[in-house]
C-alpha cells in the first residue's frame, strides 16, 4: 500500500474541511505536494515559495515534516494490524502487509481490500492497495499505479500475471533502477522486462547486486525479508486537530481515527478493552487548562470499532468545553484477553448476552449512569424506602422482600395531601375505603419516622388508590391527615 | 373473467375478510385474560409491532392486564422508560414478574427517551418494552414503529385516552378504563372487524389488598376499620 499523499495529508486529514485557497507542502522552499485547489490556481510542483505567493496569495503553506510522516505511517499500520500481524514499514511511505493468513478469516481478498479501504478512510489518507504474490512486487505496483504509467491490474494474485503485470511497468518504478535511468534509456530499455533481458552478469558488474535483488524479489525468485512492526505493550497515541475545535461533536471525527488505531492494537494483541481514557488537551491561554478526560469504563470488554464510536459519540455529545481543543489523546488504562464469542447453533431471537450488554452500555453512555436503574428494594416497611432503584451495573444487591406482601405498582414520589369534604378523604371525587387498614409504623432509628394507616380507598369512576391516614403524634391533636401515596397499575 | 372463489381468504394467507379477525398475524404472545385474547388477531399481544394502550389515567390496572405476558416474556429483560410514576419495585414482585429483569430509563428530554426506546427496539435483547410518551409525533411513532418491525420485542405504549381520535401507525389500539372490579376495553382499532361494544375483564389480583372480607365494612368509618382488626392479629 503507498500512501502518494501522506505528506500533505500528516497537516490536513482528508476528513477535515478543505481550505478555502488550497494548502502547499514545501520542501526546501519549492513546492513538493499541492491539493487540488491550489493546483487549480497553477500551483505546481517544484515552484518556489515566491511563485506561490504571487499566483494565490492566501494559500495556507506547510514546511514538510518528515516525522510526522513517519509518524502518521506507523499509525497506518497499527490500524491495519487487524487484518495480520505481519506489517512493515517501507521506505518512500509505503506499507507492506502478508495477508495470507487472514484470507479465510475476513472472507476473500476482495473482501480484505475492502475493509483495509474503509479503515485507511477513517484515518483520513489517500492510499493506493495492490497486491501480489511477493511482497515486493506488490510494492512496485502500488508505487507505479497512480503516476499514469502502465495501469494495470490492482490485484495480481497468480505468479504469471505478476511477471506480465511487473514487464508493462516502467523502470523508474524500482528505486535502485533510478541511479542509472540515463544509461537505461540510453540501452533503448523502457519497462522493466526490458531490464531483465539484459545479460545478468553484466548488469551485476555495472549496476551492483542491489538491482538485481530487488527484481529477483520482486519476481519470487529470491526470499523476501521484512521488519514486521512491533507492538507495542501499552497503547497511548495522540493526535493534533487541524483547526481549534470548539464543540466536542466534531472531536468525534479524529477519535475515530484514534479508535481505529487503538482496534488494530487490539487485534493484534487478541486483547479486549475493558478500560481507557480520553484526554482532550486545550489551547492555552494565559493560564494552562487542564486537559478534559473522559473515561471509558466498558462493563462487557470489547475490541469493536463500531462499538467504540457509539459510545464515545454518546460521551461527546454530553461533554461540555471549558476551551477549543488542539488535541486529542487516547489511552489504555486495562485490557484483558479477548473472548471470543460463543456462537449458538440455533441463536435466540433475542441476541446474545454481549448485545444486551452492549445495549445498556449505549443507554448509560447517553442517558447518564443515574437514569438507567434497576430495582434493588430494601427489607423495609415504609414503602418509600423499601423501594430502592439503583443504578445498572451497582453492587448493591437486593435484599428479598417478603414475597406475598400486597403492595400497589405505583408509588408518587412524594404523598400527596388529600383534600377533606364531609369528613372523607376527596380525589377528584370522594373516596371510600373499601378494605382494612395495614399499620406501618418504622424509621425511629434514622430519624424519619413514619406512623401510618394505609387503606385502599375507591374513587367514583371505580379507580382505587392507596392512601394513608397520619396517625397524629399526640393525643390530643384530632386533625387527621390524609395523603396519597400510591396507585394500582 | 373468472369467478371469484368462494373463500377469498384461501387465496394468500396474509389475506382476511372485513368481517373476520386477520389469521397470519406473526408471533404473539398470550394475554392471559380469555375474552381479552378472544377479540384479538392472532389471539394475544402481537410481537415486533407498535401496540398502543390508551388509559385514561395511570394507575387503573394497565400493569395487571399486561402482568400474564409480561410474567411469559420475563426470561429477558422488561424495559420500564419514563414511567408516570416510581415503579414499585415490590409491587412487581407482588404480580409476579421477576425483579432482576425489570429495567428502568428515565430521560431528562424528551428526544432521549424516543431515541432511548428506538435503541432498545433496535438491539432487540429485550423481551417488553412499554413506553409512556405524551405527546408524540406521529413521525415519531411511525419511527418506533418501524424500528419495532426488526424485533420481537413486546413494544407497547401508554398514551391518554383523549389520543384515541388521532391518527397512529399502531396496528393494536385499545382504550382502558377502570371498572368495578377490574377494567373495561375498548378496541379501538385492530386487524379484523370493528367492535362498537366494550369488553369487561376482571383482573388479577385485585387491588383491595387486604382482607378478603373487608368489603362487608366498606361503609363503616374509618376508625372503626381501623380498630375492627382483632387483637389476636394486632399483637
Not at chain 1, 471525527?253 to 486483547?271: N, P, S, T, Y
Not at chain 1, 448485545?355 to 443515574?370: P, Q, S, T
Not at chain 2, 391518527?167 to 362498537?196: E, H, M, N, Q
Request: hydrophobic share 45%.
Amino acid at each position: 500500500m503507498h500512501l502518494p499523499r501522506l505528506s500533505l495529508e500528516v497537516f490536513r486529514p482528508r476528513w477535515s474541511p478543505r481550505p478555502e485557497h488550497g494548502c502547499v507542502v514545501l520542501e526546501k522552499d519549492k513546492v513538493f505536494i499541492a491539493d487540488p485547489t491550489a493546483r487549480e490556481a497553477g500551483v505546481r510542483v517544484g515552484m518556489k515559495r515566491g511563485g506561490v505567493l504571487t499566483l494565490s496569495p492566501h494559500t495556507v503553506m506547510y514546511e514538510r515534516d518528515p516525522l510526522r510522516e513517519n509518524l502518521m505511517q506507523r499509525e497506518v499500520a497499527f490500524a491495519l494490524m487487524r487484518f495480520s500481524p505481519m506489517v512493515a514499514l517501507c521506505e518512500e511511505a509505503t506499507l507492506v502487509m502478508d495477508v495470507t493468513a487472514s484470507l479465510r478469516l475476513f472472507g476473500g481478498i476482495v473482501r480484505v481490500c475492502h475493509y483495509i479501504r474503509e479503515v485507511v478512510d477513517a484515518i483520513g489518507v489517500t492510499a493506493r492497495m495492490s497486491t501480489a504474490p511477493t511482497g515486493q512486487g506488490a510494492w512496485l505496483l502500488a508505487k507505479q499505479r497512480g503516476t499514469g504509467g502502465a495501469g494495470g491490474a490492482q490485484r495480481v494474485l497468480k505468479m504469471t500475471s505478476l511477471e506480465r503485470a511487473l514487464g508493462r511497468l516502467p523502470f523508474l518504478a524500482a528505486p535502485e533502477v533510478r541511479a542509472f535511468s540515463e544509461w537505461f534509456t540510453g540501452l533503448g530499455c523502457k519497462t522493466l522486462s526490458d531490464i531483465r533481458r539484459l545479460p545478468r552478469a553484466g548488469l551485476k558488474r555495472r549496476c551492483g547486486v542491489a538491482l538485481l535483488d530487488t527484481l529477483d524479489r520482486a519476481y519470487g525468485l529470491a526470499p523476501e525479508l521484512y521488519e514486521w512492526l512491533t507492538v507495542p505493550p501499552t497503547f497511548s497515541a495522540r493526535v493534533e486537530l487541524p483547526d481549534r475545535v470548539e464543540h466536542a461533536d466534531a472531536i468525534l471525527f479524529c477519535a475515530r481515527r484514534l479508535i481505529v488505531q487503538l482496534c488494530g492494537w487490539l487485534g493484534a494483541q487478541q486483547l479486549a478493552l475493558t478500560h481507557a481514557s480520553i484526554a482532550l488537551e486545550h489551547e492555552r491561554g494565559r493560564a494552562a487548562i487542564a486537559p478534559t478526560v473522559i473515561d471509558l469504563a466498558l462493563a462487557e470488554p470489547t475490541w469493536r470499532e463500531d462499538h467504540l464510536v457509539r459510545l464515545l459519540k454518546e460521551r461527546l455529545g454530553r461533554t461540555e468545553l471549558a476551551a477549543a481543543v488542539i488535541a486529542v489523546r487516547l489511552s489504555v488504562t486495562q485490557a484483558q484477553p479477548a473472548q471470543p464469542s460463543t456462537e449458538a447453533l440455533f441463536p435466540e431471537p433475542g441476541g446474545s448476552v454481549d448485545d444486551h450488554n452492549r445495549l445498556l452500555e449505549l443507554l448509560v453512555a447517553r442517558l447518564g449512569v443515574d437514569n438507567v436503574l434497576r430495582p434493588a428494594p430494601r427489607a423495609d416497611h415504609r414503602p418509600e424506602h423499601a423501594n430502592r432503584w439503583v443504578p445498572m451495573h451497582d453492587a448493591r444487591r437486593a435484599e428479598a422482600p417478603p414475597a406475598d406482601l400486597p403492595r400497589p405498582t405505583w408509588l408518587l414520589e412524594k404523598p400527596l395531601p388529600l383534600m377533606m369534604k364531609n369528613d372523607r378523604p376527596f380525589y377528584s371525587s370522594p373516596l371510600k375505603l373499601v378494605s382494612t387498614g395495614e399499620r406501618i409504623e418504622g424509621g425511629w432509628f434514622d430519624g424519619a419516622s413514619a406512623s401510618r394507616d394505609y387503606f385502599v380507598a375507591q374513587a367514583s369512576d371505580q379507580s382505587c388508590y392507596w392512601i394513608f391516614r397520619e396517625r397524629p403524634s399526640s393525643a390530643d391533636a384530632d386533625d387527621t391527615r390524609w395523603f396519597l401515596h400510591g396507585l394500582f397499575g | 373473467m373468472h369467478a371469484l372463489p368462494e373463500h377469498v381468504e384461501d387465496i394468500h394467507p396474509a389475506l382476511w375478510r372485513g368481517s373476520q379477525l386477520a389469521a397470519n398475524y406473526g408471533k404473539t404472545v398470550d394475554t392471559g385474560y380469555a375474552a381479552l385474547s378472544a377479540e384479538l388477531p392472532g389471539g394475544g399481544w402481537p410481537l415486533g409491532t407498535l401496540v398502543e394502550l390508551l388509559v385514561q389515567q395511570p394507575g387503573i390496572g394497565e400493569v395487571r392486564l399486561l402482568r400474564p405476558a409480561l410474567a411469559a416474556l420475563s426470561q429477558r429483560t422488561i424495559a420500564l422508560v419514563m414511567p408516570p410514576h416510581l415503579p414499585n419495585a415490590l409491587g412487581f414482585g407482588y404480580l409476579g414478574i421477576p425483579l432482576e429483569q425489570l429495567m428502568m430509563l428515565r430521560a431528562p428530554k424528551s428526544a432521549d427517551a424516543l431515541w432511548s426506546a428506538e435503541q432498545i427496539l433496535k438491539a432487540g435483547s429485550c423481551g417488553a418494552l412499554i413506553f409512556w410518551q405524551h405527546p408524540v409525533r406521529s413521525e415519531s411513532l411511525r419511527r418506533l414503529h418501524l424500528a419495532a418491525q426488526s424485533s420481537e420485542t413486546l413494544f407497547l405504549m401508554v398514551r391518554p385516552l383523549t389520543c384515541a381520535s388521532d391518527s397512529s401507525p399502531a396496528t393494536l389500539r385499545l382504550g382502558v378504563r377502570p371498572a368495578g372490579d377490574g377494567i373495561v376495553v375498548d378496541v379501538v382499532k385492530r386487524r379484523g372487524p370493528i367492535r362498537t361494544e366494550t369488553l369487561s375483564i376482571a383482573l388479577q389480583p385485585s387491588p383491595i389488598l387486604l382482607s378478603p372480607y373487608g368489603r362487608i365494612r366498606r361503609h363503616a368509618p374509618a376508625p372503626s376499620v381501623a380498630r375492627s382488626i382483632s387483637p389476636a392479629l394486632v399483637t
